[in-house]
């Protein structure tokens, strides 16, 4: 059985940026069983697990893994086809997947807003439903301070869902946002 040691970062080194929004930061080795037939996205909620146990990040909630030189890792592709040994990639939680997405999409189309303000913290909780400006469907859950969502579908995610209703299959939207790894995260 082989394996496939991989350095993995957590978070972003906010040591000489005083004005940066800290989030947890970590550099830690992660080793695969290379002839396995793992994917990406399990690989993404293997390290969610591994984070949380390890280093108690219980508020880290990985969205995406990039490679070192900016190169976003796609869910469906196997661990042993995409990764080698020693390969450096970086966790995007969703604090920054919000702040990247923010700074290179606008919402062009809104089908749905729900605002309420709540009397009880006197703060306006929202969620937004519509297509960005690459044609592709978001949902966006903004709530008590700190607790943000972003989920972001594209076609085939979106066929896929279609395909899986019309054959009758319950709990589809389930399994997407199993995928995805949806849950609110706190800041």
């Known amino acids: 059985m082989s394996t496939l040691r991989i350095k993995v970062q957590v978070g972003e080194d906010n040591r000489n940026n005083n004005y940066q929004k800290t989030n947890a930061f970590r550099k ?5 069983d290379s002839s396995s037939n793992k994917t990406i996205g399990e690989l993404i909620k293997n390290l969610q697990e591994y984070i949380i146990q390890k280093f108690s990040f219980t508020k880290t909630q990985i969205v995406e893994l990039m490679t070192h030189d900016g190169f976003i890792l796609s869910k469906s592709d196997k661990c042993s086809n995409v990764l080698k040994d020693n390969d ?11 702040g990247e997405y923010y700074s290179n999409f606008q919402d062009t189309v809104i089908w749905l807003e729900l ?12 969620i937004r439903i519509g297509l960005n400006n690459f044609s592709e469907l978001f949902i966006r859950m903004q709530g008590i301070s700190g607790v943000a969502a972003l989920y972001i579908f594209g076609i085939y995610e979106l066929m896929t869902i279609s395909n899986e209703k019309r054959k009758g299959s319950k709990g589809v939207l389930h399994k997407i946002f199993q995928k995805k790894n949806v849950c609110f995260t706190y800041n």
Do not use: G, R, T
């Open 28 to 32: 830690f080795v992660y080793v695969i």
């Open 88 to 98: 450096y990639i970086i966790c995007i939680d969703m604090l920054k997947f919000i």
């Open 115 to 126: 605002k309420q303000h709540d009397a009880s913290d006197n703060k306006e909780k929202y």
